[in-house]
Protein backbone atom coordinates (compact mmCIF):
# COMPACT_ATOMS: atom_id res chain seq x y z
CA UNK A 1 0.00 0.00 0.00
CA UNK A 2 1.68 3.36 -0.58
CA UNK A 3 2.31 5.88 2.33
CA UNK A 4 1.41 9.41 1.97
CA UNK A 5 2.70 11.47 -0.85
CA UNK A 6 3.42 14.93 -0.58
CA UNK A 7 4.79 16.97 -3.47
CA UNK A 8 6.84 19.15 -4.50
CA UNK A 9 9.17 17.68 -1.92
CA UNK A 10 11.20 21.26 -2.13
CA UNK A 11 9.97 24.58 -2.50
CA UNK A 12 11.70 28.64 -2.64
CA UNK A 13 10.01 31.49 -2.83
CA UNK A 14 10.87 35.22 -1.81
CA UNK A 15 8.71 37.04 0.77
CA UNK A 16 4.96 38.10 -0.28
CA UNK A 17 4.84 35.18 -2.39
CA UNK A 18 1.93 32.47 -1.57
CA UNK A 19 2.42 28.51 -2.08
CA UNK A 20 0.21 25.75 -2.42
CA UNK A 21 1.27 22.26 -0.87
CA UNK A 22 -0.50 19.09 -1.80
CA UNK A 23 -1.22 15.87 0.03
CA UNK A 24 -1.99 12.36 -1.18
CA UNK A 25 -3.20 10.18 1.70
CA UNK A 26 -3.17 6.61 2.53
CA UNK A 27 -5.82 4.97 0.52
CA UNK A 28 -9.08 4.53 2.74
CA UNK A 29 -7.75 7.42 5.02
CA UNK A 30 -10.21 9.99 5.47
CA UNK A 31 -8.50 12.00 8.05
CA UNK A 32 -5.18 14.34 6.65
CA UNK A 33 -3.18 16.64 8.98
CA UNK A 34 -0.97 19.17 8.55
CA UNK A 35 2.63 19.95 10.60
CA UNK A 36 5.12 22.12 10.87
CA UNK A 37 8.73 21.03 11.79
CA UNK A 38 10.96 23.76 12.62
CA UNK A 39 14.18 23.41 14.96
CA UNK A 40 13.12 26.10 17.36
CA UNK A 41 9.43 25.31 17.52
CA UNK A 42 9.39 21.27 16.69
CA UNK A 43 6.58 19.62 15.38
CA UNK A 44 3.66 22.16 15.78
CA UNK A 45 -0.53 20.90 14.62
CA UNK A 46 -1.39 23.27 11.81
CA UNK A 47 -5.19 21.62 10.92
CA UNK A 48 -6.78 18.22 10.34
CA UNK A 49 -9.41 17.22 7.62
CA UNK A 50 -11.85 14.68 7.74
CA UNK A 51 -14.33 14.03 5.01
CA UNK A 52 -13.66 17.36 3.58
CA UNK A 53 -14.50 19.67 7.14
CA UNK A 54 -11.71 20.97 9.23
CA UNK A 55 -12.18 19.43 12.51
CA UNK A 56 -9.65 21.13 14.35
CA UNK A 57 -7.16 23.93 13.71
CA UNK A 58 -3.96 25.52 15.43
CA UNK A 59 -2.63 28.22 16.54
CA UNK A 60 -1.38 30.13 13.54
CA UNK A 61 -2.60 33.39 11.50
CA UNK A 62 -5.13 33.19 8.75
CA UNK A 63 -2.61 32.87 6.65
CA UNK A 64 -2.30 29.48 6.45
CA UNK A 65 -5.44 27.45 4.94
CA UNK A 66 -6.32 24.24 3.76
CA UNK A 67 -8.83 22.34 1.99
CA UNK A 68 -9.65 18.00 1.34
CA UNK A 69 -11.17 17.14 -1.62
CA UNK A 70 -13.67 14.10 -1.93
CA UNK A 71 -11.01 11.84 -2.83
CA UNK A 72 -9.25 12.85 0.81
CA UNK A 73 -6.69 14.54 -0.68
CA UNK A 74 -5.35 17.90 0.56
CA UNK A 75 -3.98 20.76 0.06
CA UNK A 76 -2.86 23.86 2.37
CA UNK A 77 -2.05 26.97 1.05
CA UNK A 78 0.19 30.12 2.42
CA UNK A 79 -0.22 33.45 1.38
CA UNK A 80 2.24 36.47 1.93
CA UNK A 81 5.57 34.36 2.76
CA UNK A 82 7.36 35.19 5.72
CA UNK A 83 10.62 34.29 6.63
CA UNK A 84 9.97 32.90 9.35
CA UNK A 85 7.58 30.15 7.62
CA UNK A 86 10.42 28.64 6.06
CA UNK A 87 10.10 24.66 7.52
CA UNK A 88 9.34 21.02 6.71
CA UNK A 89 5.45 20.75 6.26
CA UNK A 90 3.91 17.32 6.69
CA UNK A 91 1.26 16.12 6.20
CA UNK A 92 -0.40 12.94 7.85
CA UNK A 93 -3.65 10.80 7.08
CA UNK A 94 -5.12 7.95 9.52
CA UNK A 95 -8.67 6.59 9.48
CA UNK A 96 -9.47 9.22 11.70
CA UNK A 97 -12.54 7.16 14.22
CA UNK A 98 -12.73 3.92 15.62
CA UNK A 99 -10.05 2.87 17.57
CA UNK A 100 -6.09 3.29 17.73
CA UNK A 101 -6.32 5.22 14.41
CA UNK A 102 -2.30 6.38 14.28
CA UNK A 103 -0.83 9.25 12.05
CA UNK A 104 1.06 8.01 9.12
CA UNK A 105 3.39 11.32 8.06
CA UNK A 106 4.38 11.83 4.73
CA UNK A 107 8.33 13.04 4.24
CA UNK A 108 7.29 16.90 3.68
CA UNK A 109 7.66 19.65 1.66
CA UNK A 110 10.62 21.64 2.23
CA UNK A 111 9.69 25.16 1.94
CA UNK A 112 12.61 28.07 2.16
CA UNK A 113 11.53 31.63 2.00
CA UNK A 114 13.87 34.07 0.75
CA UNK B 1 0.18 25.77 29.49
CA UNK B 2 0.23 22.21 28.18
CA UNK B 3 4.07 20.73 27.71
CA UNK B 4 5.20 17.13 26.20
CA UNK B 5 9.02 17.37 27.18
CA UNK B 6 11.94 14.83 27.07
CA UNK B 7 14.58 14.07 29.40
CA UNK B 8 17.68 13.95 27.04
CA UNK B 9 18.43 15.49 24.02
CA UNK B 10 21.23 13.32 23.04
CA UNK B 11 21.18 9.69 23.56
CA UNK B 12 23.90 7.16 22.56
CA UNK B 13 23.79 3.80 23.01
CA UNK B 14 26.40 1.06 21.94
CA UNK B 15 25.08 -1.49 19.44
CA UNK B 16 23.27 -4.39 21.11
CA UNK B 17 22.62 -2.71 24.01
CA UNK B 18 18.97 -1.94 25.45
CA UNK B 19 17.37 1.61 24.37
CA UNK B 20 15.75 3.75 27.00
CA UNK B 21 13.79 6.94 25.81
CA UNK B 22 11.65 8.63 28.41
CA UNK B 23 9.09 11.25 27.95
CA UNK B 24 7.02 13.49 30.68
CA UNK B 25 3.94 15.22 29.88
CA UNK B 26 1.45 17.63 32.03
CA UNK B 27 -1.67 16.76 30.69
CA UNK B 28 -3.31 14.29 32.74
CA UNK B 29 -6.58 14.44 30.01
CA UNK B 30 -4.78 12.99 27.50
CA UNK B 31 -5.53 9.51 26.41
CA UNK B 32 -3.74 7.89 23.73
CA UNK B 33 0.22 8.42 23.17
CA UNK B 34 2.57 7.26 20.50
CA UNK B 35 6.30 6.99 19.85
CA UNK B 36 7.56 8.17 15.98
CA UNK B 37 11.09 7.85 14.79
CA UNK B 38 12.49 10.53 12.56
CA UNK B 39 15.13 9.60 10.00
CA UNK B 40 17.22 12.49 8.31
CA UNK B 41 15.18 13.88 5.24
CA UNK B 42 12.10 11.75 6.40
CA UNK B 43 8.97 12.15 8.00
CA UNK B 44 7.92 11.02 11.35
CA UNK B 45 7.30 7.08 11.28
CA UNK B 46 5.40 5.25 13.64
CA UNK B 47 6.91 2.99 15.77
CA UNK B 48 4.26 1.78 18.56
CA UNK B 49 0.94 3.55 20.35
CA UNK B 50 -0.75 2.73 23.64
CA UNK B 51 -3.88 3.64 24.96
CA UNK B 52 -4.41 5.44 28.38
CA UNK B 53 -5.94 2.13 30.03
CA UNK B 54 -2.68 0.62 29.19
CA UNK B 55 0.06 0.58 31.12
CA UNK B 56 2.27 -1.67 28.75
CA UNK B 57 2.16 -2.69 24.55
CA UNK B 58 4.80 -4.68 23.12
CA UNK B 59 5.94 -4.41 19.56
CA UNK B 60 9.12 -5.78 17.66
CA UNK B 61 11.72 -5.13 19.73
CA UNK B 62 9.97 -2.16 21.40
CA UNK B 63 7.99 -1.82 24.24
CA UNK B 64 5.57 1.22 25.67
CA UNK B 65 5.42 2.07 29.22
CA UNK B 66 2.79 4.46 30.27
CA UNK B 67 2.64 5.56 34.27
CA UNK B 68 -0.20 7.66 34.25
CA UNK B 69 0.63 8.32 37.76
CA UNK B 70 3.46 10.26 37.52
CA UNK B 71 3.08 11.19 33.62
CA UNK B 72 5.67 9.38 32.31
CA UNK B 73 6.11 7.82 29.30
CA UNK B 74 9.12 5.52 27.81
CA UNK B 75 9.96 3.79 24.79
CA UNK B 76 12.36 0.89 25.54
CA UNK B 77 14.36 -0.45 22.25
CA UNK B 78 15.76 -4.06 22.83
CA UNK B 79 19.02 -4.67 20.98
CA UNK B 80 19.78 -1.55 18.83
CA UNK B 81 20.84 -1.57 15.95
CA UNK B 82 22.82 1.04 13.89
CA UNK B 83 19.36 1.59 12.19
CA UNK B 84 17.94 2.78 14.77
CA UNK B 85 19.85 5.97 14.84
CA UNK B 86 17.10 8.93 14.62
CA UNK B 87 15.12 11.20 16.29
CA UNK B 88 12.57 9.65 18.39
CA UNK B 89 9.72 11.76 19.04
CA UNK B 90 6.71 11.16 21.84
CA UNK B 91 3.51 12.65 21.17
CA UNK B 92 0.11 12.05 22.36
CA UNK B 93 -3.58 13.23 21.56
CA UNK B 94 -5.67 14.97 24.56
CA UNK B 95 -9.26 13.08 25.05
CA UNK B 96 -10.97 15.78 23.70
CA UNK B 97 -9.43 16.36 20.22
CA UNK B 98 -9.32 14.29 17.25
CA UNK B 99 -7.60 11.55 15.84
CA UNK B 100 -5.32 14.01 13.66
CA UNK B 101 -4.21 16.50 16.36
CA UNK B 102 -1.25 15.09 17.75
CA UNK B 103 0.97 17.27 20.99
CA UNK B 104 4.54 16.54 20.12
CA UNK B 105 7.58 16.16 22.25
CA UNK B 106 10.97 17.98 21.37
CA UNK B 107 12.93 14.81 20.23
CA UNK B 108 15.50 12.76 21.47
CA UNK B 109 18.63 11.96 19.49
CA UNK B 110 19.72 8.48 19.70
CA UNK B 111 22.88 7.65 18.22
CA UNK B 112 24.06 4.00 18.32
CA UNK B 113 27.87 3.51 18.18
CA UNK B 114 29.59 0.28 17.14
Known amino acids: KAGVTQTPRYLIKTRGQQVTLSCSPI?????VSWYQQTPGQGLQFLFE???????NKGNFPGRFSGRQFSNSRSEMNVSTLELGDSALYLC???FGTGGNSPLHFGNGTRLTVT | GESVGLHLPTLSVQEGDNSIINCAYS??????FIWYKQESGKGPQFIID?????DKRQGQRVTVLLNKTVKHLSLQIAATQPGDSAVYFC?????????????FGAGTQVVVTP
Open chain 2, 27 to 32: NSASDY
Open chain 2, 91 to 103: ALKGTTDSWGKLQ
Open chain 1, 27 to 31: SGHRS
Open chain 1, 49 to 55: YFSETQR
Open chain 1, 92 to 94: ASS
Open chain 2, 50 to 54: IRSNM
